[in-house]
């Protein structure tokens, strides 16, 4: 990704503005849930549940759970689930889509920022602050980097406009697919060059070097989290060190959501509690 300027002119570096210090918000992802919500077995709705029953604070509620997916329910649904997000006191803090913005074909890229926008809809309904994206499944073949990156950057440009009319941050996840390191996710942050366009630092999809250092990298561009069980060296997994994690937090500073998700085999709640548990602990 050579040819992407690192700092192109008039970018102010586009690390996350906030109060200086650590204050933080543990969260839920609901693809922790994953098995059971796309059997049917839990719903939306029961996430919310967990989530009030275990006292945690918010939920990032994944689009591919809602009926319809990829399409958006009509509203009385959206804000049946705002509703009962809030009488049990849980902030849905955003939604997530699977786009692929890595694709060839500009047809095709358009539904997908279409599919975008109309999560940003949804997630603006719901009282949700972010939508959760991704930037492609890899690299075409016959394409360099930088030749999908001309018309990628452009493409979540575009998102991160609608967000802000819409008063939407858009969070790229990082998920060693087309972008798979600290830099080059950082390269595209700071070329899209937005507010409204940021970091969802997913521990577990930092496979080349240290994975730690890459999150110290990227955590001032942060403004959302995937805290996973695991980290990797390459192709070994080790269990995340949590309070070595809460160091680096504490180092660099970060306030907001840091939404967890669990996806060890077994019963998901035993295995979501458990994760809970050592967050908790290394997080007080």
């Known amino acids: 990704m ?3 300027a690192a700092n192109p002119p008039g970018s102010l570096n586009r690390a996350v ?6 204050h933080l918000r543990i969260g839920l ?26 006292a945690i604070d918010g939920v990032d509620l994944t689009g591919y759970y809602f009926p319809g997916y990829p399409n958006v329910p009509k ?17 849905i803090s955003g939604t997530g889509v699977r786009n692929d913005f890595a694709l060839t074909d500009a047809s095709s890229r358009r539904g997908h920022i279409q599919l975008v926008k109309d999560w940003v809809d949804a997630a603006a ?24 990156l001309k018309w990628m950057i452009p493409a979540f440009e575009e998102c991160a ?55 110290e990298k ?14 990797w060296y390459g192709t070994r997994k080790e269990e995340i060190d949590l309070p070595r ?20 085999e077994g019963d998901p709640k035993q295995v979501v509690t458990a994760f809970l548990k050592k967050v908790r602990q290394a997080f007080a």
């Not at 503005?17 to 650590?22: D, H, L, N, P, V």
């Not at 509203?75 to 902030?91: I, P």
């Not at 942050?189 to 969802?200: E, L, T």
Request: include cysteine; hydrophobic fraction near 40%; charge should be neutral.
């Open 2 to 4: 050579a040819a992407l």
């Open 17 to 22: 503005q906030r109060q200086s210090g650590t």
């Open 29 to 54: 992802n609901a693809y922790s849930f994953n098995k059971a919500l796309m059997s049917g077995q839990m719903t939306v709705h029961d996430v919310l549940d967990y989530c009030a029953a275990q």
């Open 75 to 91: 509203d009385d649904y959206l804000y049946g689930v705002k509703r009962h997000a809030f009488l049990n006191g849980v902030t």
């Open 125 to 148: 309904k719901m009282g949700g602050s972010m939508v959760r994206v991704f930037s492609g499944r890899e690299l075409p073949k016959g394409y360099t980097p930088d030749q999908v």
């Open 161 to 215: 406009d609608y967000g802000r009319q819409h008063g939407v941050l858009i969070g790229l996840q990082h998920h060693d697919d087309f972008l798979k390191t600290a830099d080059e996710t950082i390269r595209v942050v700071r070329a899209v060059n937005s507010d409204w366009f940021s970091v969802i630092l997913d521990v577990g999809s930092l496979r080349q070097g240290d994975p730690y250092a890459e999150i």
């Open 218 to 231: 990227l955590l001032p561009f942060a403004s959302n989290w995937q805290i996973k069980e695991h980290v």
């Open 245 to 264: 994690l809460r160091q680096i937090i504490d180092r660099v500073g970060y306030r907001g959501f840091t939404p967890i998700e669990a996806l060890g």
